[in-house]
T-cell receptor, first 114, second 114 residues
Framework: TQLLEQSPQFLSIQEGENLTVYCNSS?????LQWYRQEPGEGPVLLVTVVTGGEVKKLKRLTFQFGDARKDSSLHITAAQPGDTGLYLC??????????????FGQGTILTVHP | NAGVTQTPKFQVLKTGQSMTLQCAQD?????MSWYRQDPGMGLRLIHYSVGAGITDQGEVPNGYNVSRSTTEDFPLRLLSAAPSQTSVYFC?????????????FGPGTRLTVL
């Protein structure tokens, strides 16, 4: 079973601060996705990274996939209260007959205070 | 499109009772899956289906059954509920299990087993 370790589990910061969330594994993934989840709702996809070393930007969010495709990070610049939520990373199996099953990290609960 | 719908939104069961969690999608997606979400553990895959008539086990299948008679529907059955099955259940679908494909999640069913 592939495991994804996500850190930190909780993050409480003030508006305007920067933050980074990490997602690490000893396994190689064919792709890695980041989701954001609001209370009472299902996760919503933010981004998919596929190539080792790939960097994607989504407004103030920057996502990076490690060179070896075993880890990823999410960096938020100048966090705003609207960024508050649960952030989840999820990796897809790299091969075999797994039909691309997703393995999720434990999640990071981000709270941004005004 | 309604996307992925789940019913009921909330459910309370007594130990030993059975029930079916409903999931439907109107996007003609081939790939559907069920996850459970517990605090500090992210989402864990229960069962998945790559098309009508085809299902397979995920990471935590014990105590759950699924079937896929149509492309649109993917119900999850609890045959004899146990307190350990208290959780939030999410159904998800994607066009295919290809590694870059987006999974769309339903709003979830919050289940409590007493």
């Amino acid at each position: 079973t592939q495991l994804l370790e996500q850190s930190p589990q909780f993050l409480s910061i003030q508006e305007g601060e920067n933050l980074t969330v990490y997602c690490n594994s000893s396994s190689v993934f064919s792709s890695l996705q980041w989701y954001r989840q609001e209370p009472g709702e299902g996760p919503v996809l933010l981004v998919t990274v596929v190539t080792g070393g790939e960097v994607k930007k989504l407004k103030r969010l920057t996502f990076q996939f490690g060179d070896a495709r075993k880890d990823s990070s999410l960096h938020i610049t100048a966090a705003q209260p609207g960024d508050t939520g649960l952030y989840l990373c999820a990796g897809r199996d790299a091969g075999g007959t797994s039909y691309g099953k997703l393995t999720f990290g434990q999640g990071t609960i981000l709270t941004v205070h005004p | 499109n309604a996307g992925v719908t789940q019913t009921p939104k909330f459910q309370v069961l007594k130990t030993g009772q059975s029930m079916t969690l409903q999931c439907a999608q109107d996007m003609n997606h081939e790939y559907m899956s069920w996850y459970r979400q517990d605090p500090g553990m992210g989402l864990r895959l229960i069962h998945y289906s790559v098309g009508a008539g085809i299902t397979d086990q995920g990471e935590v299948p014990n105590g759950y059954n699924v079937s896929r008679s149509t492309t649109e529907d993917f119900p999850l059955r609890l045959l004899s509920a146990a307190p350990s099955q208290t959780s939030v259940y999410f159904c998800a679908s994607s066009y295919s299990p290809v590694y870059t494909d987006t999974q769309y999640f339903g709003p979830g069913t919050r289940l409590t087993v007493l």
